[in-house]
């Protein structure tokens, strides 16, 4: 597990489940356009938090690639759901703008609705096949960029269901970190 403090916020990979994270006032739902429950990051979140999360939903679908809306949790143990339409590779484009745009406005929303943390799942990297290691370097970027403007996050975590995926998300993001401190 990495950790560490960068421009004030803490950053984190861990390994698990993205549905049982009760320390995180926010989580990310890698969501399909009409927020439906779905397989993937979307099923389990639906199931945790029971059929009010999607009566919830309803309204506020569809959505497009790269928009993200915020929802209560419902019976999950968080304060909001951030649910993001991330690209379908090969389909949506410019794949890695969309991807960006689904990490930058889900953090703009955390901001607005002043949580201190919020846990994020690989974006698009399941059913929408993005290629693993080009997602991840696109969300540490994005976010690495927009970290010295953040008022309210405190804390950032990415949930990986692999040991393998976790071990990317460090190494990734260790290699940009390092970048960016010396571009500092
Ligand atoms: P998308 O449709 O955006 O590709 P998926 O939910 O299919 O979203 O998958 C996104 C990523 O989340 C994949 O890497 C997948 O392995 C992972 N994943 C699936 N279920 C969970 C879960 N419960 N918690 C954390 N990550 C998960």
Redesign the pocket.
Known sequence: MTKETVHGVLIECVQG???SRPDMQAVVN?ANAQLLPG????G?LHCAAGPGLEQECRPLAPIRPGQAVISGAHNLPNEHVIHCL?PVYGVDEPADKLLADCYRNAVQLAEEYKLASIAF????????G?PKKEATEVAFRTLVEILPRLKALQHIRF????AA?MHLHEDVFNALVHEDSRNA
């Open positions: 489940d993205i549905a890698a397989g993937g990051v979307a389990a991330g799942p690989s974006i698009s990297t399941g059913a929408f993005y949930v990986l269901f692999s995926d």
